[in-house]
């Protein structure tokens, strides 16, 4: 199957998986339980996940949900290629009625992410492409418009530039993501929830988005293959400093080092 085609059923799932979403959140009742790591979880997650498999399984390959049995290293570190799933990313904004969730969807080939899907439900946004189209894509009340990359500019020149545009979280702010955004030069902050953040530096509304709390690779791969699409990087984090490493996935530890994407 090619890319074309894994990318269509793909878009097919993520709204499916949004569609079930909305049938919870125009309810009274969540059904917000409390997972063992103190996140929530509430009965959209669920539905999104097996709305989305659904369709998934069609292709063939394996799939990686946050909300799937849980999958031992032994058994998928043989995967050349397979589907990494957050059925509902976001579940804290999704509690508090704000719009800013997702569901996230991604193609992982040798670690990589070469496609992404990311669908806001409330929103009405659907992003997708990635590195295997070379190409990256937002539909929008029916209209799909290519995403155009932005100027390409050096990390330290983000610091230097006057009104940088940087990008925080609603839920996961720290004292490490403040302390560089006072390094930058006068910055503008955009609060955003979920992979959301990825994204409104893909559609060019702000530059760049440090950060610096955990993260698991089912959060960010989707939205990170959309930005591969544009040619952007997501660059692990070491004490502070970026590194010329991207993101990788399926590693034995499932948990994201610290990141910039830009």
């Known amino acids: 199957m090619n890319y074309?085609?894994?990318?269509?059923?793909?878009?097919?799932?993520?709204?499916?998986?949004?569609?079930?979403?909305?049938?919870?959140?125009?309810?009274?009742?969540?059904?917000v339980e409390m997972k063992s790591d103190n996140s929530p979880l509430t009965k959209a997650d669920q539905?999104?996940?097996?709305?989305?498999?659904?369709?998934?399984?069609?292709?063939n390959l394996p799939i990686l949900s946050e909300e799937g049995r849980d999958i031992s290293?032994?058994?998928?570190?043989?995967?050349?290629?397979?589907?990494?799933v957050d059925p509902l990313d976001g579940t804290k904004e999704f509690i508090k009625?704000?719009?800013?969730?997702?569901?996230?969807?991604?193609?992982i080939e040798n670690h990589n992410p070469v496609l992404g899907i990311v669908y806001?439900?409330?929103?009405?946004?659907?992003f997708f492409g990635g590195s295997a189209t070379k190409n990256a894509w937002m539909k929008s009340k029916g209209v799909t418009s290519e995403l155009k990359p932005s100027t390409v500019m050096p990390l330290d020149k983000f610091k230097e530039k006057?009104?940088?545009r940087i990008v925080a979280s609603r839920s996961h702010r720290n004292s490490d993501t403040d302390d560089f955004i006072s390094s930058c030069n006068q910055p503008e902050i955009v609060s955003m929830g979920s992979?959301?953040?990825?994204?409104?530096?893909?559609?060019?509304?702000?530059?760049i988005y440090p950060r610096f709390a955990p993260t698991m690779e089912w959060d960010t791969a989707a939205a990170d293959g959309v930005l591969r699409g544009l040619g952007y990087q997501v660059l692990q984090v070491h004490n502070n400093e970026p590194i010329q490493s991207l993101l990788e996935y399926n590693k034995q530890n499932l948990l994201n080092p610290h990141f910039i994407a830009y």
């Open 4 to 31: 074309n085609n894994l990318l269509e059923i793909a878009k097919e799932a993520a709204l499916a998986g949004g569609e079930a979403i909305m049938e919870v959140y125009n309810t009274a009742d969540f059904g």
């Open 47 to 59: 539905a999104a996940h097996n709305a989305i498999v659904d369709l998934l399984k069609s292709t």
């Open 73 to 84: 290293y032994e058994e998928r570190s043989n995967w050349k290629q397979f589907w990494m």
């Open 97 to 107: 009625r704000n719009g800013e969730f997702t569901v996230n969807i991604a193609l």
């Open 120 to 126: 806001a439900p409330v929103l009405d946004k659907l």
């Open 162 to 164: 006057e009104n940088t």
């Open 195 to 207: 992979s959301l953040k990825f994204l409104i530096v893909a559609e060019g509304d702000a530059d």
